[in-house]
């Protein structure tokens, strides 16, 4: 009986020291309300800066996957024209498949009262109707026979040309000879895409004439590629013709634009990092010089070293997480009002490359994934920044440290 008395009455001491340690933090506005301050500005930082680089990334791969489908199959040929030209896309029909639309893109010049060398899609009527139309406002009506064009609304300001007028098309065919071609405008579209609205549209059977291209070099599709590559094998096989599948994904100049705010974004979230994890320290650092006092008389009185470092460390990352709760919902309710209005990117995107198509108004896009990643990181930082001047406080004496705070 004595003995479980003792037991019982040591757990209970221990339980009161570490209700003593889990405290003494709370009870300083001075210790604890930098630590959830530093969470809260940190937490708020990563998730705005994570949700804008994903929002980029987004708009990015919406309109590009208007042009090139989930999925692309190529022909060897293909990869030397697209060397050339970054967008050019020339392509007739290479698979019997409905979920695949084949399209040829290529670059001429515009004539009308002014010149221009723009890129000219071609596409099926129906796939125009399905994945251009949606995209914004038309005005007139879409190219329903040979010889009519669809103008994107910044080309035909531009150009300085309205429905009904006519407009030369000047290219060159595979064989390099001169192509021309008079079109009427049938429809004006307006879709808010710095790609889209600078662009010309026309029929495939348009395109495939002016190019003369004669065999496949490109199709693109909506189906995933696992499932699109034994089509392409078999295909491939049968007719003795190599292609190549790959996502649009891999395609210049989107692989390396991902890359670069992929770094970014990577070195964004390592200095938030460093900046948290060594504000966390500091303050840890001086809150721990303020409890030494307290931290010798727990030693001197049988408290074990993981005690009070699991019952200080918890402390600070509870501190860390209230910081990081309210910097999340503040983010969030930021994000919820920037969404409803979107951010601008001006006239300096409108005067870019035509072969990037990139949305003239970007939104934020706030993901789970991305609270996850800011929750890891912060918590991380957290626990090295309590961790690491907690162990270096209880590395000393501690009747040293009660007779130096005696003194």
């Not at 405290?23 to 959830?36: N, V």
């Not at 680089?53 to 987004?58: S, V």
């Not at 470092?309 to 860390?320: G, K, M």
């Not at 040293?400 to 005696?406: A, F, P, R, S, V």
């Amino acid at each position: 009986m004595a003995s479980e008395s003792r037991s019982a009455n040591r757990t209970l001491w221990k339980a009161d020291m570490k209700l003593l340690l889990f405290f003494s933090t709370f009870r300083s506005p001075r210790q604890s309300l930098p630590i959830i301050l530093t969470a809260f500005f940190c937490s708020t930082l990563m998730y705005v800066g994570i949700s804008w680089i994903d929002g980029i990334h987004t708009s990015l791969s919406q309109s590009t996957q208007i042009l090139y489908g989930k999925t692309r199959i190529i022909a060897q040929d293909f990869r030397k024209r697209e060397a050339l030209y970054p967008i050019a896309s020339n392509i007739t029909p290479l698979i019997k498949h409905p979920s695949i639309t084949p399209k040829i893109t290529f670059l001429a010049q515009l004539e009308s009262s002014t010149q221009e060398n723009r890129p000219v899609l071609g596409f099926p009527i129906s796939y125009i109707e399905q994945r251009i139309k949606p995209l914004g406002t038309l005005e007139g009506t879409l190219p329903n026979e040979r010889q009519g064009i669809l103008l994107g609304a910044s080309l035909a300001e531009v150009l300085d040309i309205s429905i009904q007028d006519s407009l030369i098309i000047t290219t060159q065919t595979q064989d390099m000879s001169p192509s021309a071609q008079r079109y009427t405008v049938s429809g004006i579209i307006t879709t808010y895409n710095t790609f889209f609205d600078q662009v010309a549209y026309i029929s495939i059977e348009d395109a495939q004439w002016m190019t003369d291209m004669e065999g496949a070099t490109e199709l693109i599709t909506d189906i995933d590629k696992e499932q699109i590559i034994p089509i392409a094998k078999k295909w491939s096989k049968e007719n003795n013709y190599p292609v190549h599948v790959h996502t649009w994904l891999e395609k210049e100049p989107y692989a390396s634009i991902r890359s670069i705010t992929d770094t970014i974004n990577l070195g964004l979230l390592l200095f938030i990092l460093s900046c948290s994890t060594l504000t966390i320290f500091n303050l840890s650092v001086i809150n721990m010089r303020r409890v030494q006092h307290e931290l010798g008389i727990l030693r001197s009185m049988g408290a074990s070293k993981i005690t009070i470092a699991f019952s200080y460390t918890s402390t600070n990352i509870i501190l860390v997480c209230m910081g990081m709760t309210a910097g999340l919902l503040f983010a969030q309710l930021a994000l919820q009002t920037i969404l409803a209005q979107g951010f601008p990117l001006g006239e300096s995107l409108s005067e870019a490359s035509y072969t990037l198509p990139m949305a003239e108004q970007i939104y934020p896009q706030p993901s789970t994934k991305g609270i996850l990643m800011v929750v890891a990181l912060i918590v991380l930082s957290g626990l090295i920044g309590s961790i690491l001047p907690c162990i270096h406080a209880l590395r000393k004496d501690p009747m040293k440290i009660i007779k130096d705070n005696l003194l």
